[in-house]
Structure formats: structure tokens, C-alpha cells
Nanobody, 129 residues
Framework: QVQLVESGGGLVPAGGSLRLSCAAS????????VGWFRQAPGTEREFLVG???????????FHADSAKGRFIMSIDNARNTWNLLLTSLKPEDTAVYSC???????????????????WGQGTQVTVSS
């Protein structure tokens, strides 16, 4: 059973940066894509960035408008990890950030919530003003 664990959340001042990591374990890991989402109190889960796991799938990625230019995702296939670098953070970026992975059989849009089968427990990011 695949398990995802995030790390790297915390408190950061506005304008600062934070690097989140997600590690997959629990067996053979070969998703179609991995991604990052966030959820602020009282809001629905929001897609941020998705990326195909392997260049075999074309190495494509998709960014939500809220993430473009500020959030940078990278993948380390050899270590079954992926990261999200958050830059130029604003107080409105405060949320629980979660990583996710699709099944190997999935093929389609990267920004769909229901595309992702496996989820981490989330890590809190708080941006102070």
C-alpha cells in the first residue's frame, strides 16, 4: 500500500520561501502523475501543481494560476520524492499543503482532484504578515 508523507511546513514571514517534500513508500511506486494541493480553513481543496512522473509520459506539468511564477515543483524519481518550492509567500498562502499521486493506470488531466488516488496527511504552512 502506497503511503505519502510530507515534510517541510512551518511558519514563514511574508515574502519568504519554504520547501515542501513528499516521500512515497510502501511498494512499487510508478504513478502516472504526482501533484500538490492546499486547503485553507473554510475552503475547498485547491490544486496547485501537477507533473507526470516519468518523461515516458511526456514530462508534462500543469500549474494553477495561483502557483504560476511562485511555486516550483521538482521530482526525484530515484528517491520516490517530489518537492514544492514556495517563494514570495503571502499571508493568503496560509493553508495545509498536501501531496498526492495518481494510480499507474490513470491518464488524463493533472488538475483534477479525483485523478489522485494516494494522499499525504498534509503539512501546515503559515505565512505571517
Amino acid at each position: 500500500q502506497v503511503q505519502l508523507v510530507e515534510s517541510g511546513g512551518g511558519l514563514v514571514p511574508a515574502g519568504g520561501s519554504l520547501r515542501l517534500s513528499c516521500a512515497a513508500s510502501g511498494g512499487a511506486f510508478s504513478p502516472y502523475a504526482v501533484g500538490w494541493f492546499r486547503q485553507a480553513p473554510g475552503t475547498e481543496r485547491e490544486f496547485l501543481v501537477g507533473m507526470t512522473w516519468s518523461d515516458w509520459y511526456g514530462g508534462s506539468s500543469f500549474h494553477a494560476d495561483s502557483a504560476k511564477g511562485r511555486f516550483i515543483m521538482s521530482i526525484d524519481n530515484a528517491r520516490n520524492t517530489w518537492n514544492l518550492l514556495l517563494t514570495s509567500l503571502k499571508p493568503e498562502d496560509t493553508a495545509v499543503y498536501s501531496c498526492a499521486a495518481t494510480s499507474p493506470e490513470y491518464f488524463g488531466s493533472l488538475n483534477r482532484l479525483d485523478a489522485y488516488r494516494y494522499w499525504g496527511q498534509g503539512t501546515q504552512v503559515t505565512v505571517s504578515s
